[in-house]
């Protein structure tokens, strides 16, 4: 299973051309964080940071450092899940318009 780390390199929106892409894409990605499940699950990743960054700030010899890591995974472990999040509405706006 590909991972794609950009909308431009979705099959979804092979079909379209790049206005339409950004605009579909920003209206999918309105409607996720428009959702309190994305708002629940961004709070459920970064309420761990603090105590995972002691663990990690001991290993680096930092704390300030152990936090910067963790943040950084945080990011992405956020970014990942917004991201399907976003995807599940694309494939509702796609279904939409071909129904219409």
Do not use: N
């Not at 708002?39 to 761990?48: E, G």
């Not at 001991?58 to 999040?85: D, H, N, P, T, W």
């Amino acid at each position: 299973m590909p991972i794609h780390w950009s909308y431009k390199s979705l099959p979804e929106l092979s079909g379209l051309s790049e206005a339409e892409r950004k605009d579909v894409w920003k209206k999918a990605t309105d409607q996720a964080y428009g959702q309190w499940q994305t708002l629940l699950a961004m709070v459920i990743v970064t309420v761990p940071l603090p105590f995972v960054a002691d663990p990690l700030g001991s290993m680096f010899g930092s704390y300030l450092v152990g936090l910067l890591v963790a943040a950084g995974i945080g990011c992405v472990v956020s970014e990942r899940i917004v991201f399907q999040i976003t995807r599940s509405h694309l494939r509702k706006i796609i279904a939409r318009t071909d129904k219409g």
